[in-house]
């Protein structure tokens, strides 16, 4: 995990390029839910609320919503994951990213949980 | 572990783990007043007692009658292997297949179910089955408002009545909205969806549509321009349901042929009895694209760890019970033995046996048109039917009760079914199927005739108003018309000695 990432109480995490954030879901988010079989994510120009849920990830045996880290603008999805939902599992934090949002607010970023507040979070989970 | 019932130390066992006295604790959050007290029934009898009894209250049903009612449930001839087969103990009492392991037989019947029914329809994706054709087509608007995420539905009124109001009961608790579109007043369409209205509705740019639903053939058994209402929903962003009776589909073009995406219909002509009303069996079809917005079981077939062939309920996911109120729909079950009865049906009878079943019903109609207007009521719509149509009968309830009494069931009276639509209310909606014999044809026509005739003898109420329908009715040229009064009853009788009946 990247020093430079920021996580949600919900498992998600986020990186920032510029005006841009990278959003995905934890190893610890992919473990518990198992064999990841969809992933259903808002559309391209769709405005997210933070901590709003905005798409849904599917299991084999469960279903659990994802939530938007920041408010902004869906400016890209992971078009791969249609057909390859399981680089979800397999590199959650490279190839299993999900949306590229415009920020709308860059303090939101810094709100969310830090690298030691999320192992701490895990560890008591 | 013991598979016999609880022993009451077994219970005691239970309660005291999860720390209560009785189980009564478990339902103290109902209400006292909602809770059941004791089953009072009465004392048990003999099976021959039972039996009895039972025959006593099925003998109340009237099974004698000469029947041309339709209107959603159709009179088919059931092959004898059907019943044979649904009595097998492995079908009869299965439940719902969650054990893969132990299920395959059930689950096979489901997938050869769902892979018919996508044969008939050109969809590729079946659900299991739902409750019956009301639910199904509910479902299925349903469908286009989670997929499009808008939340108004165009629901044409030559859907089924009974149709539209569980959509309605469906959409009032999921506050959407279901716009009626009207029917074409008159002209050569008169009777089917009108297209200029549905236009209309789908142009308010405050009030998108998410889907346009339309039954082929219509209540009113009229054949509708699928294709146009198909092409006006997609044009305005639209997805298009049909609602489509399975023997049609043997005959008539399937959904997907014109455009929908999503088809539900009452699987009930496959095999299954009338039964007075159920159980039914809800069929429920869509694209490819649509698969994870579609409610209730889907089965498919995969490989074991052997590699040998298995089968399993897939995408579960979807469902209720996993994801609770993010669900497409409370659906937990299916009508697996309706199910299996229009499996059985369809690969007994085969697509060529279907197509006749279709065709011989619709030769069956015509004939039947020609013997009712020359009887003195000529069809209400000049457009095509297949096998069930209106005609215009002057005072039509009061004629369908006399005719009851005279042992033919005469359709339905429009007037019950359509209160709010003046231009029904002195119709009678008939149909034909294959079963249909021309003896029964010569009898309705001749009842219907003389009863005609009655009641212009004795002018009922209001008859002096209705002029146009009894004018053009008149049978012209119809040879040997019985003469009204005594000497009809005593010249008549019914049937085969009747003159002028359908030939």
Known sequence: ?125 | MAYGPHTSQDRAAMLQAIGIASVDELFADIPAALRASELRLPPPESEAELADRLRHLAERNRVDLVSFLGAGAYRHFVPAVVDQLLLRGEFYTAYTPYQPEISQGTLQTIYEYQSMMGEMTGMDVVSASHYDGATATAEGALMTCRATHRERVLVSRGVHPHYRQTLCTYFGGADRVADEIPLVADGPAAGTTDLAALERMLADPDRPVAGVVVANPSFLGLLEPMAQAGRLAHAAGALFVSVVEPVSLAVLAAPASYGAEIACGEGQPLGIPLAYGGPYLGILACREALVRQIPGRLVGMTTDVDGRRAFVMTLRAREQDIRREKASSNICTNQALCALAASIYMASIGPHGLRDVAALGAARAAELERALAEAGAPRLHPGPYLNEFAVRVPNAPEVHRRLLARGVLAGLALAEAEPDDPSLADALLVCATEVTTADEIEVFAWALRDEIEQGRQLSLPGLADRGGGRAAGHPAGSGGRVESGPGAEAAGGRGRHATGGAR
């Open chain 1, 1 to 125: 995990m990247a020093q430079d990432q920021r996580y949600t109480k919900e498992h998600e995490w986020v990186r920032v390029e510029g005006d841009l954030a990278i959003v995905g879901i934890t190893d610890y988010a992919a473990h518990q839910l198992g064999d990841i079989v969809f992933v259903e994510l808002p559309e391209i120009g769709r405005v997210l609320t933070q901590f709003a849920a905005v798409g849904v990830v599917e299991s084999v045996k469960a279903v659990s919503d994802l939530f938007a880290p920041i408010s902004g603008e869906v400016v890209e999805t992971n078009a791969e994951l249609a057909a390859r939902p399981e680089l979800v599992n397999g590199d959650p934090f490279g190839q299993g990213w999900m949306l590229r949002i415009r920020i709308a607010d860059k303090s939101q970023v810094d709100g969310l949980l830090d690298q030691a507040a999320y192992e701490q979070l895990t560890r008591e989970g």
